[in-house]
């Protein structure tokens, strides 16, 4: 069900994006249906050469009639051929300023006129004149504007009400810069801001979110290894992002790029992304490609120390100048290699590291795409692809860290499921050996029990038969006399029984079972019971050994009234404190010296009371005068 539901959502994805692709095309195709009727598309244009000294702020007003009439005819889209640059002045640097003419010569709708180019190929300034006054510039002055990536969009705002006839373009760049320009249109803003925004986000924005996208997970990633500083392919994957967020500013930095450290940085970060690469395809095949690493080391730190700015031995300022495609080579070449050699090492060993080498070789033919317009290969208005090596590089890596994620998830459950299992025999084993146990301290508990009866009845009610028996064979003991001694041996023999019966805990349930014992003999010697007892707290260390030392305690001290004291009336109270419930005893009839009954061989009983008080940690006081006797046991509530 589960890959069922995954698939379903897989499906309804793709059926989206697929209808976002349509829709798109679809509004592509209407934008440039409208921009054809409402527009004006110019192709061909007039040009020609200039060479001068240092660049200078464009004039105010500039008419094609003004120039010289060397003008060379060129079909839009087009790159305009080089000439070699004159015997420069000593201490002046040789600029050239190209003029491009290009005549308005078709209807036009009415209204605000808009004016937008895919892109002005140079490495200078820009300016644009409509019917010879000034209508757009660039802000800088100098090398080097980013019109590579940005299209050319402004309004043509005239003074006059007169019709548009001309559109003269000045460029000022370095001679050994060819220029590039693409075709032109001339329309309403409704008409063309569609072609404007589409080319703008493809070329600009979209590389520039999803550049930021990675950079994003890549900074995740460092965090994670932060924490997990045994696992480089955290560290690489955080320099992988840092490297290809660095390497394609120049695609969609939005202010014009003055600086050549600027330069330096995006031309060498291509060459520091294949290494990075190289060294993670290294983490995921395994196999080392000593001579590889080195050759790829040593290229890029070669290349990255030649062409620092202030040493000035390998320029690559600005970028259209003739030095970057030869870096552009280069690092084709060397990704080819890169690509080639880790598919080589990575079949048939790992899927993640095939992966990625299908990234890289997608990302190469990209790149390749890039030197191709950087030569004047492809024509200005082609696309410069490398753009979305940042989204193939994020898009590989993503599926590397989704195939993880996923495989980390089903280990886990793996793992879940085989401790489970093992959980699932290992208490299977404990209640095999609990319930062994348990017969064991049942069997155990049975001896012990029946050691203790015997004991207690051999104690206990053997010795009073014994002597029972005695004082029969020996003569002289009335009827009464014997059926007393046989009395008492029938009441210890219900003790015993009564201390075997479950009072979990309960204190006032074994003085309710002693009562529902002795009840015959109180009305049988016409003697009125006050049971005055109360709720007491449970005695966890009650078990049947302690309570019979208790029903004993308190049997003792019934039998001793019912013998000795002549009362009619016993109350039986309870209490509680802090520490102990205390069992009460009283009588109302004539009492007896303590401490001389203690002394006497009489006393027995009595310190039989207080041994088995002593066995359940407990204590027996008696208070006695001619008013009657007062009997208490106390009992702790927990037992030390």
């Given amino acids: 069900m589960k890959t069922l539901s995954t698939r379903l959502f897989a499906n309804a994805l793709f059926a989206v994006s697929v209808a976002l692709l349509v829709a798109v095309g679809a509004w592509y195709v209407q934008s440039d249906g409208e921009a054809t009727a409402a527009s004006l598309h110019l192709t061909q244009a007039d040009w020609q050469d200039m060479d001068g000294h240092g660049f200078s702020a464009p004039p105010l007003a500039m008419d094609g009639r003004d120039l010289p009439s060397s003008w060379q005819h060129a079909t839009l889209p087009s790159a305009l051929p080089v000439a070699p640059p004159p015997a420069s002045t000593a201490g002046a640097a040789t600029i050239r300023t190209t003029w491009v003419k290009l005549s308005v010569t078709g209807p036009l709708p009415a209204g605000p006129l808009v004016l937008y180019g895919i892109r002005i190929k140079t490495d200078g300034t820009v300016a644009v004149y409509a019917n010879g006054s000034l209508a757009y510039r660039t802000q800088q002055r100098g090398q080097l504007w980013n019109s590579l ?321 005695r004082s029969v064979e020996r003569g002289g003991v009335s009827d009464a006399k014997v059926s007393q001694i046989l009395k008492d041996c029938l009441d210890d023999l219900k003790l015993t029984i009564d201390s075997m019966e479950p009072v979990e805990a309960d204190l006032l349930l074994l003085l309710a079972t002693l009562r529902f014992r002795l009840e015959p003999r109180f009305e049988g010697s016409n003697i009125t019971l006050v049971w005055d007892v109360q709720e007491l707290p449970t005695l966890a260390w009650l078990e049947p050994s302690s309570a019979l030392h208790i029903l004993r305690i308190v049997q003792e001290s019934i039998a001793n009234i019912l013998r000795h004291t002549r009362a009619d009336r016993i109350r039986v109270g309870t209490a509680c404190d802090d520490d102990g419930v205390t069992v009460t005893i009283e009588d109302n009839g004539q009492g007896f010296d303590v401490a001389k009954a203690l002394d006497s061989a009489a006393g027995r009983g009595l310190h039989n009371q207080q041994r088995r008080a002593k066995a359940v940690d407990g204590a027996v006081a008696w208070a006695s005068d001619a008013g009657g006797t007062r009997f208490t046991l106390w009992l702790p509530l927990v037992r030390n």
């Fill in 149 to 469: 990536f940005t299209p050319l969009w402004f309004t043509l705002d005239r003074h006059d009400d007169a019709p548009l006839k001309e559109i003269l373009i000045r460029v000022e760049h370095v001679p050994e810069t060819p220029v590039g320009l693409s075709s032109l249109w001339v329309g309403t803003a409704e008409a063309l801001r569609g072609r404007y925004y589409l080319r703008q986000w493809l070329q600009r924005e979209l590389p520039a979110t999803l550049s930021a996208a990675f950079m994003a997970v890549g900074i995740f990633a460092l965090f994670v290894w932060f924490r997990r500083r045994h696992e480089m392919s955290y560290l690489l994957f955080f320099n992988l992002a840092a490297v290809s967020f660095v390497g394609h500013l120049h695609y969609y930095v939005s202010l014009p790029i003055v600086t050549d450290w600027f330069a330096w940085l995006t031309a060498n970060a291509l060459l520091w992304l294949l290494t990075v690469v190289h060294l993670f395809l290294r983490q995921l095949h395994g196999r080392p490609l000593t001579w590889l690493t080195r050759a790829l080391v040593g290229v890029t730190l070669a290349a990255s120390v030649l062409s620092i700015p202030a040493l000035g031995i390998l320029p690559v300022y600005p970028s259209t100048s003739p030095l970057v495609p030869f870096m552009y080579a280069v690092t084709v070449f060397m990704g080819v290699l890169v690509c080639a050699m880790g598919a080589r090492a990575s079949w048939q060993r790992s899927r993640e590291a095939m992966l990625l080498v299908t990234g890289v070789g997608v990302a190469v033919l990209l790149g390749m795409s890039d030197w191709l317009l950087h030569n004047n290969v492809i024509n200005p208005e082609g696309w410069f692809l490398g753009a979305y090596t940042n989204a193939v590089t994020f898009a590989m890596f993503g599926a590397l860290m989704y195939r993880r994620y996923v495989n980390a998830i089903a280990e886990v459950e793996r793992i879940n499921a085989s401790l489970a299992q093992r959980l699932q025999a290992r208490e299977a084993e404990l209640e095999v050996s609990h319930r062994l146990l348990r017969e064991a301290a049942l069997r155990q508990t049975i001896s012990e029990e029946r050691q203790r009866l015997m004991q207690d009845m051999h104690d206990g009610l053997g010795s009073s038969l014994i002597s029972a028996i």
